[in-house]
């Protein structure tokens, strides 16, 4: 029992070291952007001494954050909430009806899962300015809107529904389209909201696409905008951090409340089944 | 029975219409552009058959970025899979309340990929950065993290293990969690020692989960520019210029996009090798389980 107890306090321990080694450059970030700017150079104190925000009003108002937060806001909403009703739907076709060629089809939604998508930028970026959507809003959705993994994860939950419940709704005189959406999406809110949940931070995460589909700065994201003041500032790292934490904040405040799901939903797309 | 439902293309038309829009259109442009000498702007285009292909694979700078991004992808899988497996090991046998930390542990996957590169950047800056303030106290004088060429490599496998540990943490312990405790318990009553009920129990059942998730890190290393853009740029010179910067410079830099095609028709080729020896791999593993 000892030996049990002992090994489990070295487990913790651990466990312990990595989760601060893992959280220090966070919490550095943060300690930093609660400094003056001259202080930071000349003594560095590893606890948070001194609570400047001095950092954050100067960086809330010289810089166009809020502009970039209601572009990051609206394309990752209007992404996700596209993405899941087309991925939503196609799954529902490949797992639900019967039809030559289905095979061949839920192949390519697969087989696209597999492609480097950035190694197709230049063409998606002709495409895009040939659109005439360059700097805009749907410049930066339409190609985000390819998440074959929300088709495969939606197939995978449908086909395990009883077929006895859609023979029900059909005998009501329902179709198809009441079948999805009174059915099989009522049945899967769970999954949904891991699906959205996962899709919404990858989007906001987004860097390179939008970096290349954009060069306005009324049109930037977060992560492109903040990595264009980051040249402007030079050494100051107090607003720079302040900044980056600003940036991070929606995921890391959303992550802390919704650990458990953010979690399942990481790795449900990763292409573990939840 | 083959039975064609009514409003069937419905349910394909919105998912297959933007599949053909932004994959498939750009992928048949990017063969077809891959033929041509075309700078962007220009308007001229010559086609020059597989004059494109002929430059990338006679040039040095194509093959230091594959041997980059090989050593950047092998360098940081390796560090990922070796400390993600200690501890999802670790939290495997853990039954108190360290599984907590776990929270923290994922906080750094969680976080915007720029914002991670920009923290780091600031632990690495030179003298005034945690890591030189903490070696100059001990009167140590630290390397150029970012800009000496073997210490940029070294920092950029760094900081992608310090993003993905976390992952591979969890998609192995999830894995631990599906083990059959009857195989442990066994192990325990033949009286195996620690570290031979992990060769020969834990890890040979867990072998479909360590290649699946070793393969779609390798898999990632395909797509992954952030961290590198915002740490060195690719820098100093080409010494973390991974395929992906590359095909950027190409492209958006040089804007030499019949080149830039080409490298990605070249990089769709390697990776879909890739996936066909792990898929091979992966086959092969799921039978000497069955041993």
Same mark, same amino acid.
């Given at each position: 029992?000892?030996?049990?107890?002992?090994?489990?306090?070295?487990?913790?321990?651990?466990?312990?070291?990595?989760?601060?080694?893992?959280?220090?450059?966070?919490?550095?970030?943060?300690?930093?952007?609660?400094?003056?700017?001259?202080?930071?150079?000349?003594?560095?104190?590893?606890?948070?001494?001194?609570?400047?925000?001095?950092?954050?009003?100067?960086?809330?108002?010289?810089?166009?954050?809020?502009?970039?937060? +209601?572009?990051?806001?609206?394309? #990752?909403?209007?992404?996700?909430?596209?993405?899941?009703?087309?991925?939503?739907?196609?799954?529902?076709?490949? #797992?639900?009806?019967?039809?030559?060629?289905?095979?061949?089809?839920?192949?390519?939604?697969?087989?696209?899962?597999?492609?480097?998508?950035?190694?197709?930028?230049?063409?998606?970026?002709?495409?895009?300015?040939?659109?005439?959507?360059?700097?805009?809003?749907?410049?930066?959705?339409?190609?985000?809107?390819?998440?074959?993994?929300?088709?495969?994860?939606?197939?995978?939950?449908?086909?395990?529904?009883?077929?006895?419940?859609?023979?029900?709704?059909?005998?009501?005189?329902?179709?198809?389209?009441?079948? %999805?959406?009174?059915?099989? %999406?009522?049945?899967?809110?769970?999954?949904? @909201?891991?699906? @959205?949940?996962? !899709?919404?931070?990858?989007?906001?995460?987004?860097?390179?696409?939008?970096?290349?589909?954009?060069?306005?700065?009324?049109?930037? !994201?977060?992560?492109?905008?903040?990595?264009?003041?980051?040249?402007?500032? *030079?050494?100051?790292?107090?607003?720079?951090?302040?900044?980056?934490?600003?940036?991070?904040?929606?995921?890391?405040?959303?992550?802390?409340?919704?650990?458990?799901?953010?979690?399942?939903?990481?790795?449900?797309?990763?292409?573990?089944?939840? | 029975?083959?039975?064609?439902?009514?409003?069937?293309?419905?349910?394909? +038309?919105?998912?297959?219409?933007?599949?053909?829009?932004?994959?498939?259109?750009?992928?048949?442009?990017?063969?077809?552009?891959?033929?041509?000498?075309?700078?962007? *702007?220009?308007? $001229?285009?010559?086609?020059?058959? +597989?004059?494109?292909?002929?430059?990338?694979?006679?040039?040095?700078?194509?093959?230091?970025?594959?041997?980059?991004?090989?050593?950047?992808?092998?360098?940081?899988?390796?560090?990922?899979?070796?400390?993600?497996?200690?501890?999802?090991?670790?939290?495997?046998? +853990?039954?108190?309340?360290?599984?907590?930390?776990?929270? %923290?542990?994922?906080?750094?996957?969680?976080?915007?990929?720029?914002?991670?590169?920009?923290?780091?950047?600031?632990?690495?800056?030179?003298?005034?950065?945690?890591?030189?303030?903490?070696? %100059? &106290?001990?009167?140590? $004088?630290?390397?150029?993290?970012?800009?000496?060429?073997?210490?940029?490599?070294?920092?950029?496998?760094?900081?992608?293990?310090?993003?993905?540990?976390?992952?591979?943490?969890?998609?192995?312990?999830?894995?631990?969690? *599906?083990?059959?405790?009857?195989?442990?318990?066994?192990?325990?009553?033949?009286?195996?020692? #620690?570290?031979?009920?992990?060769?020969?129990?834990?890890?040979?059942?867990?072998?479909?989960?360590?290649?699946?998730?070793? #393969?779609?890190?390798?898999?990632?290393?395909?797509?992954?520019?952030?961290?590198?853009?915002?740490? &060195?740029?690719?820098?100093?010179?080409?010494?973390?210029?991974?395929?992906?910067?590359?095909?950027?410079?190409?492209?958006?830099?040089?804007?030499?996009?019949?080149?830039?095609?080409?490298?990605?028709?070249?990089?769709?080729?390697?990776?879909?090798?890739?996936?066909?020896?792990?898929?091979?791999?992966?086959?092969?593993?799921?039978?000497?389980?069955?041993?």
């Amino acid at each position: 029992m000892t030996a049990r107890r002992a090994r489990n306090f070295a487990f913790s321990g651990l466990v312990l070291i990595a989760a601060m080694i893992w959280i220090f450059p966070l919490y550095w970030a943060l300690t930093t952007s609660l400094r003056s700017e001259n202080r930071i150079v000349s003594d560095a104190g590893v606890f948070i001494d001194e609570l400047n925000i001095s950092a954050y009003v100067e960086v809330l108002s010289t810089s166009k954050l809020p502009i970039w937060y +209601l572009n990051s806001v609206a394309t #990752s909403v209007i992404t996700t909430a596209i993405v899941l009703v087309t991925g939503m739907m196609c799954a529902y076709a490949l #797992s639900q009806l019967r039809f030559p060629g289905r095979k061949t089809l839920y192949l390519l939604v697969v087989a696209s899962f597999m492609v480097p998508v950035p190694a197709l930028y230049v063409a998606q970026f002709i495409l895009m300015s040939d659109l005439g959507l360059v700097n805009t809003w749907w410049g930066i959705i339409l190609p985000q809107l390819i998440v074959p993994v929300v088709v495969i994860v939606y197939k995978q939950f449908f086909d395990a529904i009883p077929k006895e419940m859609r023979e029900a709704v059909l005998l009501d005189g329902g179709g198809e389209f009441t079948l %999805l959406f009174k059915l099989y %999406l009522p049945l899967n809110w769970g999954i949904t @909201a891991a699906l @959205a949940i996962i !899709t919404f931070i990858t989007t906001w995460n987004n860097f390179f696409w939008p970096f290349l589909v954009v060069t306005s700065e009324d049109m930037m !994201t977060i992560p492109v905008g903040i990595t264009q003041v980051n040249d402007a500032f *030079g050494v100051a790292y107090a607003r720079m951090m302040a900044l980056a934490l600003l940036a991070a904040a929606p995921v890391i405040i959303g992550y802390l409340i919704f650990q458990k799901r953010v979690t399942e939903a990481v790795m449900i797309s990763a292409g573990v089944k939840g | 029975m083959v039975r064609w439902q009514r409003g069937l293309w419905l349910f394909f +038309l919105p998912s297959f219409g933007l599949l053909a829009l932004v994959l498939l259109w750009p992928l048949s442009y990017a063969v077809y552009l891959s033929f041509f000498d075309y700078y962007l *702007g220009s308007g $001229e285009r010559t086609f020059i058959g +597989l004059g494109n292909y002929v430059d990338l694979l006679t040039e040095a700078r194509l093959w230091n970025s594959m041997r980059t991004t090989i050593i950047i992808a092998f360098g940081s899988v390796a560090v990922e899979f070796l400390v993600g497996f200690a501890l999802a090991l670790a939290l495997y046998r +853990l039954h108190g309340s360290a599984k907590v930390f776990s929270v %923290l542990l994922f906080l750094p996957h969680i976080v915007t990929p720029v914002v991670a590169a920009l923290f780091l950047k600031w632990m690495l800056a030179s003298n005034w950065g945690f890591v030189d303030a903490t070696l %100059l &106290t001990f009167n140590i $004088e630290p390397p150029d993290w970012l800009g000496d060429p073997v210490w940029a490599k070294v920092s950029v496998i760094l900081a992608d293990a310090w993003v993905f540990t976390p992952l591979v943490m969890m998609v192995l312990y999830a894995a631990l969690q *599906g083990l059959d405790t009857s195989l442990l318990e066994a192990a325990q009553i033949d009286g195996a020692s #620690s570290w031979n009920t992990l060769r020969h129990v834990i890890v040979p059942a867990l072998i479909p989960a360590i290649i699946f998730v070793i #393969s779609i890190r390798l898999m990632d290393v395909f797509r992954f520019f952030d961290l590198i853009y915002v740490l &060195t740029g690719g820098g100093p010179g080409t010494a973390t210029e991974t395929i992906t910067i590359y095909t950027y410079q190409l492209g958006f830099r040089m804007l030499e996009v019949g080149k830039a095609s080409a490298l990605g028709v070249i990089t769709l080729i390697v990776v879909a090798m890739l996936l066909l020896t792990i898929n091979r791999g992966l086959n092969k593993a799921y039978r000497g389980g069955d041993r």
